[in-house]
């Protein structure tokens, strides 16, 4: 085999490579895509009075626990942390759609799909979240700080 051919082999290779990670990369880019429109789904259910109570509270606490930023088992610890929101989130979600009256659960991923389809939607609750860690962070300060004093800068005096 000569090397002209080698070269082309291992050029071909390397472009199947990139193609198998831009496959892999869209993929999950579709499935945080249809995550996050699931989620406004339960969302949208814990709220809709047209669903029981226990499917609602249950779809309140998949969502809630999907949006926060504590988790069961922390990220950090390798392969488990990653796998509870890999396995619990979907597990909810597919319990409260089980669960849920079937057509409310369409009309209800219909109007999550136009909501998470909206541009900007969602800077409204990152300043909120934003804001409530402020907040939280500040009052962790007052508790285990209780002398500090913080001081905004003042003009300068000569």
Do not use: C
């Not at 626990?65 to 990653?82: E, K, Q, R, T």
């Amino acid at each position: 085999m000569k090397a002209a051919d080698l070269n082309g082999e291992l050029e071909g290779v390397k472009r199947a490579r990139f193609r198998g990670s831009s496959l892999m990369l869209t993929r999950l880019t579709d499935w945080a895509r249809v995550l996050r429109t699931d989620v406004m789904t339960l969302y949208l259910a814990a709220r809709d009075p047209r669903v029981p109570w226990h499917v609602k509270a249950l779809a309140g606490l998949v969502a809630a626990y999907a949006l926060s930023p504590i988790d069961l088992i922390p990220d950090f610890i390798p392969l488990l942390g990653l796998l509870d929101d890999v396995i619990l989130v979907p597990l909810g979600v597919l319990a409260v759609i089980k669960l849920a009256p079937a057509p409310v659960m369409a009309e209800l991923r219909r109007e999550a799909e136009t909501r998470v389809a909206r541009p900007g939607a969602s800077w409204l609750g990152a300043l909120i979240v934003l804001a409530l860690w402020i907040v939280i962070s500040l009052a962790l300060i007052a508790i285990f700080f209780p002398g500090f004093r913080f001081q905004l800068p003042t003009g300068a005096s000569a």
